[in-house]
Protein backbone atom coordinates (compact mmCIF):
# COMPACT_ATOMS: atom_id res chain seq x y z
CA UNK A 1 0.00 0.00 0.00
CA UNK A 2 1.10 3.62 -1.13
CA UNK A 3 1.89 5.63 2.21
CA UNK A 4 1.83 9.04 -0.72
CA UNK A 5 -0.42 8.65 -3.60
CA UNK A 6 -0.23 12.48 -4.56
CA UNK A 7 3.40 13.90 -4.69
CA UNK A 8 3.60 17.81 -5.06
CA UNK A 9 6.39 19.01 -7.86
CA UNK A 10 8.93 21.03 -6.95
CA UNK A 11 10.90 22.10 -9.88
CA UNK A 12 14.54 22.65 -8.54
CA UNK A 13 18.33 23.97 -9.37
CA UNK A 14 19.74 21.04 -7.03
CA UNK A 15 18.26 18.84 -4.68
CA UNK A 16 18.44 18.88 -1.45
CA UNK A 17 20.08 17.04 0.92
CA UNK A 18 17.20 16.20 3.21
CA UNK A 19 14.24 15.49 1.24
CA UNK A 20 10.33 15.97 2.60
CA UNK A 21 8.27 13.13 1.91
CA UNK A 22 5.17 13.65 -0.72
CA UNK A 23 7.20 15.96 -3.10
CA UNK A 24 8.86 14.94 -6.16
CA UNK A 25 12.01 17.54 -6.72
CA UNK A 26 12.26 18.00 -10.60
CA UNK A 27 15.40 19.15 -11.74
CA UNK A 28 15.75 20.54 -15.42
CA UNK A 29 19.74 21.40 -15.26
CA UNK A 30 20.87 17.96 -14.13
CA UNK A 31 18.13 15.83 -15.91
CA UNK A 32 16.92 14.21 -12.91
CA UNK A 33 14.00 13.39 -10.98
CA UNK A 34 14.14 12.56 -7.10
CA UNK A 35 12.13 11.74 -4.30
CA UNK A 36 11.47 9.73 -1.06
CA UNK A 37 9.85 6.48 -1.93
CA UNK A 38 6.14 6.66 -2.49
CA UNK A 39 5.70 3.55 -0.05
CA UNK A 40 7.35 5.61 2.82
CA UNK A 41 9.97 3.64 3.89
CA UNK A 42 12.46 6.90 3.59
CA UNK A 43 14.94 5.65 0.63
CA UNK A 44 15.55 7.80 -2.27
CA UNK A 45 14.58 7.50 -5.26
CA UNK A 46 16.59 8.26 -8.39
CA UNK A 47 15.09 8.87 -12.07
CA UNK A 48 17.71 10.26 -14.71
CA UNK A 49 15.60 11.84 -17.69
CA UNK A 50 17.51 10.62 -20.48
CA UNK A 51 16.37 8.66 -23.75
CA UNK A 52 17.08 5.44 -22.23
CA UNK A 53 15.66 6.17 -18.33
CA UNK A 54 12.68 7.93 -17.66
CA UNK A 55 10.44 10.62 -19.55
CA UNK A 56 8.94 13.46 -17.86
CA UNK A 57 5.96 15.83 -18.80
CA UNK A 58 4.24 18.57 -17.58
CA UNK A 59 1.14 19.96 -18.31
CA UNK A 60 1.25 23.29 -16.42
CA UNK A 61 -0.89 21.61 -13.44
CA UNK A 62 0.66 18.01 -12.96
CA UNK A 63 3.75 15.77 -13.40
CA UNK A 64 3.86 12.35 -15.05
CA UNK A 65 6.66 10.05 -14.97
CA UNK A 66 7.12 7.11 -17.72
CA UNK A 67 8.03 4.44 -17.32
CA UNK A 68 6.62 3.07 -13.84
CA UNK A 69 9.26 3.34 -10.85
CA UNK A 70 10.49 0.15 -10.22
CA UNK A 71 12.48 0.37 -6.70
CA UNK A 72 13.91 -3.21 -7.12
CA UNK A 73 17.48 -2.43 -5.37
CA UNK A 74 15.20 -1.06 -2.08
CA UNK A 75 14.18 -4.24 0.37
CA UNK A 76 10.47 -2.83 -0.62
CA UNK A 77 11.03 -3.28 -3.81
CA UNK A 78 7.69 -1.22 -4.36
CA UNK A 79 6.40 -0.23 -7.96
CA UNK A 80 4.47 2.61 -9.11
CA UNK A 81 3.26 5.25 -11.68
CA UNK A 82 3.68 8.93 -11.21
CA UNK A 83 0.81 10.39 -13.55
CA UNK A 84 -0.70 14.12 -13.48
CA UNK A 85 0.73 13.93 -9.66
CA UNK A 86 -1.30 10.79 -8.45
CA UNK A 87 0.94 8.03 -7.72
CA UNK A 88 -0.67 4.23 -8.78
CA UNK A 89 0.45 1.70 -6.91
CA UNK A 90 1.83 -0.95 -10.00
CA UNK A 91 1.71 -5.08 -8.82
CA UNK A 92 4.73 -6.77 -7.79
CA UNK A 93 7.56 -8.35 -10.12
CA UNK A 94 9.16 -11.36 -9.86
CA UNK A 95 12.56 -12.11 -9.90
CA UNK A 96 12.51 -13.06 -13.16
CA UNK A 97 10.64 -10.34 -14.57
CA UNK A 98 13.24 -7.87 -12.74
CA UNK A 99 16.37 -9.51 -14.32
CA UNK A 100 15.02 -9.45 -17.67
CA UNK A 101 13.96 -5.90 -17.35
CA UNK A 102 17.46 -5.20 -16.21
CA UNK A 103 18.80 -7.00 -19.21
CA UNK A 104 16.90 -4.50 -21.69
CA UNK A 105 17.64 -1.73 -19.91
CA UNK A 106 21.41 -2.00 -20.18
CA UNK A 107 20.63 -3.44 -24.02
CA UNK A 108 19.04 -0.71 -24.51
CA UNK A 109 21.52 1.84 -23.23
CA UNK A 110 24.33 -0.06 -24.94
CA UNK A 111 22.49 0.72 -28.34
CA UNK A 112 21.74 4.20 -28.00
CA UNK A 113 25.07 5.36 -26.38
CA UNK A 114 27.04 3.07 -28.89
CA UNK A 115 26.09 5.79 -32.05
CA UNK A 116 28.50 7.62 -33.19
CA UNK A 117 27.31 10.91 -31.75
CA UNK A 118 26.57 9.95 -28.62
CA UNK A 119 29.84 10.15 -25.96
CA UNK A 120 29.52 7.88 -22.82
CA UNK A 121 30.82 7.63 -19.13
CA UNK A 122 29.74 5.37 -16.81
CA UNK A 123 29.83 6.18 -13.03
CA UNK A 124 29.49 3.69 -10.63
CA UNK A 125 28.52 3.87 -7.01
CA UNK A 126 30.02 1.66 -3.81
CA UNK A 127 28.04 -0.80 -2.87
CA UNK A 128 26.35 1.21 -0.02
CA UNK A 129 24.86 3.89 -2.55
CA UNK A 130 23.27 1.32 -4.99
CA UNK A 131 20.33 0.82 -3.13
CA UNK A 132 19.44 4.87 -4.07
CA UNK A 133 20.63 4.29 -8.01
CA UNK A 134 17.60 2.68 -10.03
CA UNK A 135 19.87 2.78 -12.72
CA UNK A 136 23.63 3.29 -13.79
CA UNK A 137 23.87 6.94 -14.69
CA UNK A 138 25.48 7.99 -17.99
CA UNK A 139 26.93 11.21 -18.72
CA UNK A 140 26.30 12.91 -22.59
CA UNK A 141 27.87 15.94 -23.48
CA UNK A 142 25.50 18.51 -24.15
CA UNK A 143 26.32 19.00 -28.19
CA UNK A 144 25.44 15.51 -28.42
CA UNK A 145 22.21 15.60 -26.73
CA UNK A 146 21.75 19.09 -29.00
CA UNK A 147 22.37 17.56 -32.28
CA UNK A 148 20.04 14.41 -31.42
CA UNK A 149 17.12 16.84 -30.13
CA UNK A 150 17.41 18.72 -33.06
CA UNK A 151 18.38 16.21 -35.77
CA UNK A 152 16.29 13.25 -35.46
Known amino acids: MMRHTVLEP??????PRDLEPGVLYVSMEYGTVVHSCCCGCGYEVVTPLTPTDWHLTFDGEGVSLWPS????YLPCQSHYVIEGNRVWEAGPWSKVRIEAEQGRDKRAKAKFYSRPDATMETCSAPAEEAATKHSETMLVS???KLRRWFFL
Open 69 to 72: VGSW
Open 10 to 15: RFVKGV
Open 142 to 144: LPA
